[in-house]
């Protein structure tokens, strides 16, 4: 007697290498998929090419983390909602030694400052991701163009941009999620942390069925709703690294105030 075997829907969902570095999504997914009985294609990226993608409608949705971009892709007519998500923050992480004594700054723009005049290296994604959006804006803010030996861009992803500053010694920014999830990894502190410009806020982002009809935007929908809903948002503030909670949900508040 043969039983009928029900084929699985996709999801193809364009994220960051944060987001996916971070071990979130492996505990977010599975409940979302045995509920709708779907699996998630997770396609990790910078913020970038993410939304590249969805502009060529080569994804259902995408999660990312780089406001004026997102805005900009919403304002194009590719996205129908933006939804806030959650959030983490940027930090400055260097060698212990702190070379340059960025943790002496009184801000970001004065960290940037001592980086650069103290030559003591810095790693750059470089791979237009919502981190390397956020590093650039964070160089303009404190009126430098960076260039030199001492800065290397190198095109990859947060997980590998933080083993290369570690192996060079060098100063890098990341998502402290990410730094969170590779603490064991490296020997980087964090030597600069705290101001409101370093905040870093996700949003997940519904492609515009009109430009591009054969998205699932239904099932997009019900991801949205689902790591926006009661079980993802508790998952997202549970999810922890060495007791350290790596980000905040920012729809629904569970067991006291984020």
Known sequence: MSSTVFAQDRLRLATTTSTENSGL???????????????VDVIAVGTGKALRLAEN???DLVMVHAPAAEQEFMESGYGVERLPVMHNDFVLVGPAADPAGVAAANS??????????????????????????????LWQAARIRPEGEWYLSVGQGMGAVLKIADDRQAYTLTDRGTYLAFKGKTDLDIVHQGAAELRNSYHVILINPEKHPHVQTALA????????GEQGQRIIREFRISGEQLFIPDVIRIRGRN
């Open 221 to 228: 929908q019900k991801y949205a709703d689902f790591i926006r």
């Open 25 to 39: 999504l492996s505990l977010l997914h599975p409940p979302f998929e045995e509920q709708y009985n779907v699996t």
């Open 108 to 137: 970001p723009a004065d960290a940037m400052t001592r980086i650069t005049q103290s030559a003591a290296g810095f790693i750059s994604r470089g791979d237009d991701s919502g981190t390397h959006k956020k590093e650039m804006a």
């Open 57 to 59: 409608g080569d994804v």
